[in-house]
């Protein structure tokens, strides 16, 4: 079965700076996909990037980009010049390829971003 | 366009009774998916529904079940309901299978 572990269950960050959530997974899969969901007060869960497993150029959009490190079952989320909407909580998922719709989702990371 | 959406908002029910929710997803959208999300946890997989038919079913007892319509609209059941059932059900519709999956804003289910 896969699981998908993040380590840090609260972080924080002035506004404009850089901060990285981290996101390791295990699958013995070769085809998958990995996500990263925005959820804010709000509750409605937001795709903010997504990595396919075959390629080894890292996703990136706009001022969010991952590190994707297929060997070591690392996909973290680095978020750029943050803004004090991007506080809420970030999940990190997994997709099996080859036609699941199952997303397997961390636990999460709370993240504030402080004026 | 509209998003996926879900009705109710918001439900309290009583212990032992049945609870349905319902997602309407995007339109041309296929593949519908439900998720449990406790307070303080990432959402688990319940259900997976594409055209029609049952693709993907998580690990939770049988007291859940779900349908998909013919326009593809969901209805999730939970019956004999527990207090453990608490919790924020979302329901996420996407084009295909292995698409992006669009999330609608949840159902809050309180049992009491």
């Known amino acids: 079965a896969q699981t998908v572990t993040q380590s840090q269950p609260e972080m924080s960050v002035q506004e404009a700076e850089t901060v990285t959530l981290s996101c390791t997974y295990d699958?013995?899969?070769?085809?998958?996909?990995l996500f990263w969901y925005k959820q804010p007060p709000s509750r409605q869960m937001i795709l903010v990037i997504r990595q396919e497993a075959y390629k080894q150029q890292n996703a990136t959009e706009n001022r969010f980009s991952v590190n994707f490190q297929k060997a070591a079952k690392s996909f973290s989320l680095k978020i750029s010049d943050s803004q004090l909407g991007d506080t809420a909580m970030y999940f990190c998922a997994f997709m099996n390829g080859g036609g699941s719709e199952k997303l397997v989702f961390g636990k999460g990371t709370k993240l504030t971003v402080n004026p | 366009d509209a998003g996926v959406t879900q009705s109710p908002t918001h439900l309290i029910k009583t212990r032992g009774q049945h609870v349905t929710l319902r997602c309407s997803p995007i339109?041309?959208?296929?593949?519908v998916s439900w998720y449990q999300q406790v307070l303080g946890q990432g959402p688990q997989f319940i259900f997976q529904y594409y055209e029609k038919e049952e693709r993907g079913r998580g690990n939770f007892p049988d007291r859940f079940s779900a349908r998909q319509f013919p326009n593809y609209s969901s209805e999730l059941n939970v019956n004999a309901l527990l207090l453990g059932d608490s919790a924020l059900y979302l329901c996420?519709?996407?084009?295909?299978?292995?698409?992006?999956?669009?999330f609608g804003q949840g159902t809050r289910l309180t049992v009491v």
């Open positions: 699958t013995s899969e070769s085809n998958y996909y």
């Open positions: 339109s041309g959208h296929k593949s």
């Open positions: 996420a519709s996407s084009l295909t299978v292995n698409t992006e999956a669009f």
